[in-house]
């Protein structure tokens, strides 16, 4: 049955390499682990009872938002590695699926709280902030660091293709990813990373199955009620700096909160698995785009709320060219670090139009 899985057309694309037989690979397994133990992360940690305490007791909204978006920091870092520890002992449908719900809490707990709040706008915003993330920031900061030693950085550019295509027209050809998927695995196999620990090809984990379970329900709970904290005090934050509420929850908390997974594809790509890093941030706006945006939809239409897929006009602009210039870099199958810096430049200008722009509050 796990064998039929594997080979039917909706078998997703992993986020990492895959290994030959025998040999998983997983940087970024292993780039996330080492970010999550870097004693500035560990010490983050004391922020989520404070920022959880410092909201059930009413406290200023500036330490209520500042402390519980700090905690975002270490919460995603701890659920990441108990959904890739879990990973290990499950098929890939089941990762997957792993993957694309609580791999991206952020955005699924943000849209279901700001809905039950009545701010859906602001559940809107962090699904395009994190979006441009994933098709600007993210990919840029790769290709910039990444490609400073190197003049260029390869990549298979079919799968790469296939896998953009869908963020133009959702739409393409079943047989056409078992090809490339098949000729990115054979490349992949032959090439030779930058780690030299000789560990690369090693599986490995923090958390055993109960464990990883407990870390991953304890995590989410932790996460859900820092989120609520946030969007109940972000108005008001944005208040006392003089910024608009849509600001916040387009730029800032979605760069904040994420930032230990953009910093794992970065390293991941740091370590010569450029294209793995290309595929995790292609995968991640796929997930975004594609699940957590209609599961909102459909969440807000039961519950009687007014959610779209309708966004406002300058964001879906906005997102759009975001998503243009981002297939315009990797439809070659080669980029470098200077196309990298357009990339980041193109998430700094669209921050500043953000910035500039009168904000939304409903």
Known sequence: MS????????????????????????????????????????????????????????????????????????????????????????????????KASVGNAIELAIGIVAMKRGHVHMAQSTLVGSMLCYTLLVPGSCFYLAGLSKEHLHFDHTLINIMSSLLMALKSHASIFHLAEASSECSLGRQKPNDHDGTEHQPTKIFAPQPAIVTLVAGMSCLIACVSFIVDS?????????????FL??????????????????????????????????????????????????????????????????????????????????????????EGLMLIGTYIISVAAFYMRPGITK
């Not at 972000?234 to 849509?246: D, K, M």
């Not at 309708?310 to 759009?320: G, I, K, P, R």
């Open 3 to 98: 064998a039929l899985l594997d080979r039917s057309p909706l078998s997703p694309i992993p986020d990492t390499p895959i290994g030959l037989p025998g040999q998983p690979w997983q940087p970024f397994h292993k780039s996330i682990m080492k970010i999550c133990r870097h004693p500035y992360v560990k010490s983050m940690l004391a922020t989520v009872p404070m920022g959880i305490t410092a909201g059930i007791l009413g406290g200023p909204v500036q330490v209520v938002f500042i402390l519980n978006l700090a905690a975002l920091i270490p919460l995603v870092g701890l659920v990441t590695i108990a959904i890739a520890d879990l990973s290990l002992m499950t098929g890939r449908v089941l990762e997957e699926l792993l």
């Open 249 to 338: 929850t387009l730029v800032l908390v979605p760069l904040v909160g994420n930032s230990t997974r953009y910093a794992a594809i970065v390293t991941v790509a740091l370590k010569g698995h450029v294209e793995s890093a290309v595929r995790a941030n292609l995968n991640s706006t796929l997930r975004i785009t594609l699940l957590v945006t209609p599961t909102l939809v459909i969440l807000a239409w039961v519950s009687g709320l007014s959610m779209t897929l309708q966004l406002d006009t300058f964001e879906a602009t906005m997102l759009f060219l975001a998503v243009v210039v981002m297939s315009h870099v990797i439809q070659d199958g080669k980029s470098n670090y200077f």
């Open 234 to 246: 972000v108005n008001g934050f944005a208040q006392e700096l003089g910024l608009s509420t849509a």
